[in-house]
T-cell receptor, first 112, second 114 residues
Framework: SQQGEEDPQALSIQEGENATMNCSYK?????LQWYRQNSGRGLVHLIL?????REKHSGRLRVTLDTSKKSSSLLITASRAADTASYFC????????????FGTGTRLLVSP | EAQVTQNPRYLITVTGKKLTVTCSQN?????MSWYRQDPGLGLRQIYY???????DKGDVPEGYKVSRKEKRNFPLILESPSPNQTSLYFC?????????????FGDGTRLSIL
C-alpha cells in the first residue's frame, strides 16, 4: 500500500527557477526521506528528516515536514538542467515493520 | 567504490523459465531489499532481509523467492516467471536495519517476460 503521494505528478520549469514538490502521507511516521531517480538509473538518497524536525537543508535542497498535516515539501532552489529527474518521498510507518514505502514520484523537467 | 551491483541489467525471457537476478553490495550492509517499479505504481517492496538468514515478505512477494546466505549477496529468484512480472527491479541496501537509514540502490534490472 502506498504511504506517500507526491504532487504534482510532473513539473516543468526553466533553469534558475525554484522547484517545489509535495508529499502527503497517511499514517504517523518516524522519518521521511527524499530520493532522486535519473532516467534509467537507481534511486539516490537526497535527505532524511525525522518526525521531530520541521526543516532541513542540504546545498540547494530544502525539506520541510508538517506532521500535523502529514505532508512534506522538497524545494530545489536555482534549478539546473542536471536536476531533471524523478523525485520520490519515502516514509516508514509506525507499525514496527522494517520497510520504507515510496510514493509514485514527481517528474521534474528543467529546461536550459 | 561503494556500490550495489545488480546483474543482469536487461533480460528478455519466456514464461516459466526460471531466472535469478543477483545483487551484491560491498559496504558490509546489514539490510537489503528488492523493489519493483511499475508505471503509475511507484516502487513496491518485494522482499527484505535484516541480516544473514533473515528474510521477510514485502508488499508484493507472490511469485518471488530470495535467500541471504552471505551478508553481501541477496539474489531474487523467479521460479516460474509470468508476463505480469515484467518490470524494472531494484536492489537496495543500508548499513543497519531500520527505516531511518538511507538506502543505496543498484542501477536496476529490466525484465521482460514474454
Amino acid at each position: 500500500s502506498q504511504q506517500g503521494e507526491e504532487d504534482p505528478q510532473a513539473l516543468s520549469i526553466q533553469e534558475g527557477e525554484n522547484a517545489t514538490m509535495n508529499c502527503s502521507y497517511k499514517t504517523s511516521i518516524n522519518n521521511l526521506q527524499w530520493y532522486r531517480q535519473n532516467s534509467g538509473r537507481g534511486l539516490v538518497h537526497l535527505i532524511l528528516i525525522r518526525s521531530n524536525e520541521r526543516e532541513k537543508h542540504s546545498g540547494r535542497l530544502r525539506v520541510t515536514l508538517d506532521t500535523s498535516k502529514k505532508s512534506s515539501s522538497l524545494l530545489i532552489t536555482a534549478s539546473r538542467a542536471a536536476d531533471t529527474a524523478s523525485y520520490f518521498c519515502a516514509t516508514d510507518a509506525r507499525t514496527g515493520f522494517q520497510k520504507l514505502v515510496f510514493g509514485t514520484g514527481t517528474r521534474l523537467l528543467v529546461s536550459p | 567504490e561503494a556500490q550495489v551491483t545488480q546483474n543482469p541489467r536487461y533480460l528478455i525471457t519466456v514464461t516459466g523459465k526460471k531466472l535469478t537476478v543477483t545483487c551484491s553490495q560491498n559496504m558490509n550492509h546489514e539490510y537489503m531489499s528488492w523493489y519493483r517499479q511499475d508505471p503509475g505504481l511507484g516502487l513496491r517492496q518485494i522482499y527484505y532481509s535484516m541480516n544473514v538468514e533473515v528474510t521477510d515478505k514485502g508488499d508484493v512477494p507472490e511469485g518471488y523467492k530470495v535467500s541471504r546466505k552471505e551478508k553481501r549477496n541477496f539474489p531474487l529468484i523467479l521460479e516460474s516467471p509470468s508476463p505480469n512480472q515484467t518490470s524494472l527491479y531494484f536492489c537496495a541496501s543500508s548499513l543497519r536495519t531500520g527505516v531511518d537509514q538511507p538506502q543505496h540502490f543498484g542501477d536496476g534490472t529490466r525484465l521482460s517476460i514474454l
